[in-house]
Each structure stands twice: as structure tokens, then as C-alpha cells.
């Protein structure tokens, strides 16, 4: 039996100002206008012919609710969300999956499938036929790892060294990792035909994988280890402890196992493999018109060829441009060459510096019951559009420094104001002073929207006190 392991705690700063610390990559709609990354890293393996149990995911404490709202918009159930508490690279990351795995079946042979949460894959049939040829070196006792057939002398990725072939195609015994080669390396890689890039996607059984970890990488396996038994359930989510587990070393698995293990093997993927870690990547995998633009959006493009055109939230028209990247959001504008998309992250990095608010959030912030948009602040005020879901419950709460006036647009709101509960309806509106506690609830089936009004001295979201949480956010 195969359990699914889903890492989910990258940043994707380089697809910033869609991507960004707070919503990344991996939840976004990059590819598929039905699915995000995340989803169709999932789907890729329904209809698939051998029995594959409920997935583990392991992402940050900041993206959990994200995780589990999307997993039931596809009707995933029972999937285990493991919460790092700080971030370790990947090996500790697949020794707390594989510690979750061994809990929920004991004394049975799992092979686990270390897949990204961001990857794309165009091919699915090819994917899941190459996941067969792994499952069959994962029961022999190896750790395989997927290879890619390299299109071009990428300096961005890893490379791994092929070594003697085995009797099935497109297996190979597994010679050595090399890291991120400079440009003329990398053009004698692909030259020699013996390298491909390394996908970070891995197959293994459960025990083997913590018998390697327990012999090359003591440390890693004691301290995840203590951290997993001091564990902790919060909701649908797996909290390990923060005092063991930051005290585990910070490895991938790269170096951790597979450049100790005599166990590795590579299996070559040809799938159409990218991990859209750029700009570029993004416009090599999307559907093209017949300018060759990649287009989302409310786009009007006339004479140009070759771009990467993403409207969110107005029309964007472009007039005789070739090979750029534009992309609008409803607080941010980039404008590059399309060739330069590896260089965003020094655009991420100045955001960073500056503490702009832009480098790690969007104007419209996902909460576990919703979500919100400031659509106008000044000096002592702010307007914001706020959706909360059916049957969703804010925190009971109070604010030192701000008042709210709420006016309910579409749905009807519960109102906890102090001792009082009463409802308002469309068209209605309630006002909650300053220090007042309160709550809002939608009892509803539809969504609830409301316009809230802040007025204040002081209007940062830190000005909460929340008394009591559905989610556990107190």
C-alpha cells in the first residue's frame, strides 16, 4: 500500500506578487483554473491502479486552515496535517510523515510517496507508471528517487549521477547527487547524457527510510523522534513539540540519506515535469495563444508575442511588447523581462528589508472562517469587505483601540454584543464601540458578506483579544 507524503511548507518568493508568505505557490491557481497546486498534486493520483491511502501532509502553522479547506473542497478525508513548528528542510519534514505513517499501521509494509506540493506534471499516465516501477524497488528495499531528463543546461536545479542500469526500463542504481552546477557544468551534464535533474520526489518503505535515518542522521531521527511523542491534536491538525524539534539539524534529505545510503535508485520520469520556480517556468507550462502568450485573466494584448499577461483584479491591455512578465494584483504591478525571472527574489528581498507588508501578504487575507479585503485606509480608518462562510464563527473578541460599524450586504449575521445576541439582516447594520465584546457568526447557507468600517487611534490586527475560538486561536 502507498501513503501519499505531501510537502507543503515552501515560500515561492520567485512567483511573487501572486506568491507570497502567507499564500504561496503551492495553494495557488497556477496551472488549472479548477484546481490549485496543492489539489492537483492529490488528484494526480486518483484512478490509480493499486490501493493509495489517505494522504499525509506536512506544511507551517501559518498555512494549516488553507490546507484543510482545500483538501474538503476535494472531498479528501482522513488526511493527516502535520504542523513544523519551525522550519528544518526536508528530511525532518519526511521523518515526521513517516513516524505518522508507522502510528497508523503498524506491522504493515507502507511505501511512502514524497511528492512537493508545487510541482507540475503534465503527463499523469506516465507519472503513475512511473510510481509502479518505484513501488516494485521500494519493496526490494531502496530508496529511489525520480529523475527528469534534463531539456537544457538548468543551473537552477540538483543533478543525479546515473549508474549501472536494472533489468526494468528505465531504472537505474543511483551513483551520486551534485549540487547546483554552474552554467558550463551543467552544459557538460547534459552533454554526457549520464545526469538528470533530481525532482525531489522520492519512493521508499516506511521502516527502511528510519533505519537509514536512524544510522547517517542520528540526531535528526532521536529529535523528531522526542518531538513526535510529545505530540499534541489540535482540530484536524498534528502539532509535534517545538522544544525537541528545534533542536533537530537542519538537512534535506539529499544529503541526509540518499548521498550515505548504498540502498539509492533512480527512476526516470518523462511526464512533463516542471517545478515552476519562475516566471519563465510558469510560461513554459501553461497553454499558449497563437502570439504565444500565456494569458489569465481580463488581458486585452495586441501586437505583442511571447509574454506572461496575469490580471486579478482589473483589465490590464498591452500594445507591442514581446517576452515579459506582467502580472497585477489588487496592491502590486510587476513588470520584467521574461529572461530575468530568476532575479525577482532580489525584488522580494527589498520588500523583505523594508518590512513592506507586500512581501509577505495580500491585500485579501484567507481566515479559517473566511475572509477579508481592505479595500480603503486612511489616518484613523479602514473599510473592509468581509466574507464569512456558512455556518462559520468569528472568535469571540473585544479591540482597546478601534470601533466597527458592520453593514451586512448579501446573507444574514449573528451579532454577539456583550450579553445580546440578535441577527441583522441585508441592508442593516450594527455598530460595536470600542472595548464592546463581541462576536459574528454566519448561520446561514450562503456566504455572508458585510462592509465593516474601523475607526481608531490604533487599527493593526494585533489590537485582538480573543476570549473565545472555534479554531483555536486564543
Known amino acids: 500500500?502507498?501513503?501519499?507524503?505531501?510537502?507543503?511548507?515552501?515560500?515561492?518568493?520567485?512567483?511573487?506578487?501572486?506568491?507570497?508568505?502567507?499564500?504561496?505557490?503551492?495553494?495557488?491557481?497556477?496551472?488549472?483554473?479548477?484546481?490549485?497546486?496543492?489539489?492537483?498534486?492529490?488528484?494526480?493520483?486518483?484512478?490509480?491502479?493499486?490501493?493509495?491511502?489517505?494522504?499525509?501532509?506536512?506544511?507551517?502553522?501559518?498555512?494549516?486552515?488553507?490546507?484543510?479547506?482545500?483538501?474538503?473542497?476535494?472531498?479528501?478525508?482522513?488526511?493527516?496535517i502535520i504542523l513544523e513548528p519551525c522550519a528544518k528542510n526536508t528530511a525532518p519534514a519526511i521523518t515526521l510523515a513517516a513516524l505518522q505513517a508507522q502510528e497508523l499501521h503498524p506491522n504493515q509494509q507502507i511505501s511512502l510517496l514524497v511528492l512537493s506540493a508545487d510541482h507540475y506534471i503534465a503527463d499523469v499516465f506516465a507519472f503513475q507508471k512511473a510510481i509502479l516501477l518505484a513501488e516494485q524497488q521500494a519493496i526490494r528495499e531502496k530508496i529511489v528517487v525520480f529523475g527528469i531528463a534534463p531539456t537544457e543546461p538548468h543551473t537552477g536545479y540538483g543533478y543525479i549521477r546515473l549508474d549501472q542500469p536494472v533489468e526494468e526500463e528505465s531504472v537505474y542504481q543511483l551513483d551520486k547527487f551534485v549540487e547546483k552546477p554552474d552554467l558550463l557544468t551543467a552544459h557538460q551534464y547534459v552533454s554526457s547524457k549520464n545526469y538528470l535533474w533530481n525532482s525531489g520526489m522520492f519512493m521508499f518503505r516506511t521502516s527502511l527510510f528510519l533505519q537509514e535515518l536512524q544510522q547517517f542522521q542520528k540526531d535528526i531521527y532521536e529529535n523528531c523522534l522526542k518531538a513526535w511523542k510529545n505530540k499534541t491534536v489540535d482540530l484536524d491538525f498534528i502539532r509535534v513539540s517545538l522544544q525537541d524539534f528545534e533542536k533537530c539539524p537542519e538537512n534535506s534529505i539529499d544529503y541526509a540519506i540518499m548521498e550515505n545510503t548504498a540502498k539509492g535508485m533512480i527512476v526516470c520520469l518523462d511526464a512533463g515535469w516542471n517545478d515552476l520556480g519562475s516566471w519563465l517556468s510558469l510560461w513554459q507550462s501553461n497553454t499558449k495563444d497563437q502570439n504565444q502568450n500565456v494569458i489569465f485573466g481580463d488581458v486585452i494584448a495586441e501586437q505583442s508575442q511571447g509574454n506572461y499577461i496575469h490580471s486579478s483584479s482589473r483589465l490590464v491591455t498591452v500594445l507591442g511588447i514581446e517576452n515579459l512578465i506582467i502580472v497585477e494584483t489588487k496592491d502590486a504591478v510587476l513588470i520584467a523581462n521574461k529572461e530575468k525571472s530568476q532575479e525577482i527574489k532580489k525584488i522580494v528581498q527589498q520588500l523583505k528589508n523594508e518590512q513592506r507588508v507586500e512581501f509577505s501578504q495580500h491585500r485579501e487575507i484567507i481566515r479559517p472562517w473566511g475572509k477579508y479585503d481592505c479595500i480603503d485606509i486612511g489616518e484613523r480608518y479602514q473599510v473592509k469587505r468581509i466574507t464569512v462562510n456558512a455556518k462559520a464563527k468569528l472568535s469571540l473578541q473585544l479591540h482597546h483601540h478601534r470601533a466597527e460599524h458592520w453593514v451586512v450586504v448579501k446573507g444574514t449575521a449573528k451579532v454577539t454584543h456583550g450579553e445580546k445576541q440578535y441577527y441583522v439582516t441585508e441592508n442593516e447594520s450594527t455598530f460595536i464601540p470600542v472595548g464592546a465584546v463581541h462576536s459574528l457568526q454566519n448561520p446561514g447557507s450562503i456566504p455572508l458578506e458585510l462592509i465593516e468600517i474601523q475607526s481608531g487611534s490604533y487599527l493593526g490586527e494585533d489590537d485582538i483579544v480573543r476570549l473565545k475560538d472555534d479554531y483555536g486561536r486564543i
Not at 492529490?42 to 479547506?69: G, Q, Y
Open 1 to 80: 500500500m502507498i501513503v501519499p507524503v505531501i510537502l507543503a511548507g515552501g515560500s515561492g518568493t520567485r512567483l511573487w506578487p501572486l506568491s507570497r508568505q502567507s499564500y504561496p505557490k503551492q495553494f495557488l491557481h497556477l496551472v488549472d483554473p479548477k484546481y490549485t497546486m496543492l489539489q492537483l498534486t492529490l488528484k494526480r493520483l486518483d484512478n490509480f491502479p493499486k490501493s493509495v491511502l489517505p494522504p499525509i501532509i506536512v506544511c507551517n502553522e501559518t498555512h494549516r486552515f488553507i490546507v484543510a479547506e482545500q483538501l474538503r473542497q476535494i472531498d479528501i478525508e482522513n488526511a493527516s
